[in-house]
């Protein structure tokens, strides 16, 4: 219905889906529009309003824009109001640590809460990070750990001891408002965030939309505290076994990978970190600013020319 010849305006969003959709305004000027909202995954209902809304802010971070203005997304039992606070509390002080403003909302009933956000934001058109702009020879750059999916359901579960489900926490409402800024002022063109899809979906939508391949190193992905035991107990949520059926036919294990650190690989992930294509020659200038502006970041792979993604251990 909608062709992307018929829009040129809509520089990525239809023919190029991606993190978020964006409409060049004019040739200085780009907009972002982007919502994100699910059910809790966490009990304490400010942590949860918190992660919400970072990983809401995140599709914008992923592609190289500023978050301006977010909006509420709530659907909510009425017979939980200071939960319902709560949450939108912790949404809320998310928001403005981002520097963003929150106008208001839209809110509806329901028998299961869920809380996300709509964000809007810009960027230089020029300057977009995307999922097609990673090159080969390009380092692949993580900003968070892996574990987010298996530590939730172990909580679930009761399984998970309390000081792993803290950790995940802070992971999860950490902002990748640095790791963006940082990408943009270096000229880096790809990247996105990994969320629901797991490490290896998301490196295969990027090399995908890139025409590459990649390889990562199993050795060199941080795992949260936690994760690599709570593995060995197959306390991996459904979405991650859904990201093995989808996205294992383009990928390549080595045969010394066992089955719980691929699934470590296919965990799907909440608020998770930015995965950057970084080219050779700004590769130590980013991890010197990352170092510098207290950023995490871990190389745990290469693009490649060849298609599908590779993971060894070595």
């Known amino acids: 219905m909608f062709a992307p010849a018929d829009y040129p305006q809509v520089l990525v969003g239809l023919g190029s889906p991606d993190d978020a959709a964006v409409y060049r305004l004019d040739?200085?000027?780009?907009?972002?529009?982007?919502a994100d909202f699910f059910t809790p995954?966490?009990?304490?209902?400010?942590?949860?309003?918190?992660?919400?809304?970072?990983n809401a802010l995140s599709d914008v971070y992923a592609m190289g824009g500023e978050?301006?203005?977010a909006i509420n997304l709530v659907a909510f039992p009425r017979d939980l109001p200071e939960v319902l606070a709560e949450m939108l509390r912790g949404g809320a002080e998310k928001v403005g640590e981002a520097g963003v403003v929150l106008a208001g909302g839209h809110?509806?009933?329901?028998?299961?809460?869920?809380?996300?956000?709509?964000?809007?934001?810009?960027?230089?058109?020029?300057?977009?990070?995307?999922?097609a702009g990673a090159r080969p020879g390009d380092a692949l750059v993580l900003t968070k750990p892996v574990g987010t999916g298996v530590i939730v359901t172990a909580s679930k579960g009761g399984l998970a001891e309390p000081i792993h489900?803290?950790?995940?926490?802070?992971?999860?409402?950490?902002?990748?408002r640095t790791a963006g800024r940082v990408a943009v002022e270096l000229g880096l063109r790809g990247a996105t965030d990994v969320t629901g899809f797991g490490l290896l979906g998301h490196a295969w939508e990027m090399a995908e939309?890139?025409?590459?391949?990649?390889?990562?190193?199993?050795?060199?992905?941080?795992?949260?505290?936690?994760?690599?035991?709570?593995?060995?107990?197959?306390?991996?949520?459904?979405?991650?076994?859904?990201n093995r059926d989808f996205y294992s036919p383009h990928v390549r294990f080595a045969d010394d990978i066992s089955e719980e650190e691929q699934m470590l690989l296919f965990d799907a992930q909440t608020s998770g970190g930015l995965l950057l294509a970084v080219p050779p020659d700004k590769l130590d200038e980013l991890l010197d600013r990352f170092v510098a502006e207290n950023q995490p970041g871990w190389i745990v792979g290469q693009v490649a020319a060849e298609p599908g993604i590779e993971v060894i251990s070595e």
């Not at 304490?44 to 992660?51: E, S, T």
Request: include cysteine; glycine fraction near 10%.
């Open 209 to 242: 939309a890139s025409g590459v391949g990649m390889c990562i190193r199993l050795r060199d992905v941080p795992l949260m505290d936690g994760a690599r035991e709570y593995a060995g107990q197959a306390l991996f949520p459904g979405g991650s076994y859904c």
């Open 107 to 131: 809110t509806i009933q329901d028998k299961e809460p869920k809380y996300g956000l709509a964000v809007i934001g810009l960027a230089h058109p020029d300057r977009l990070l995307t999922r």
């Open 67 to 69: 978050p301006l203005l």
């Open 41 to 54: 995954i966490v009990d304490a209902p400010y942590d949860f309003g918190a992660i919400a809304a970072a």
């Open 165 to 176: 489900l803290a950790g995940a926490v802070r992971w999860m409402t950490a902002l990748s």
């Open 27 to 34: 040739a200085n000027t780009a907009l972002f529009v982007t």
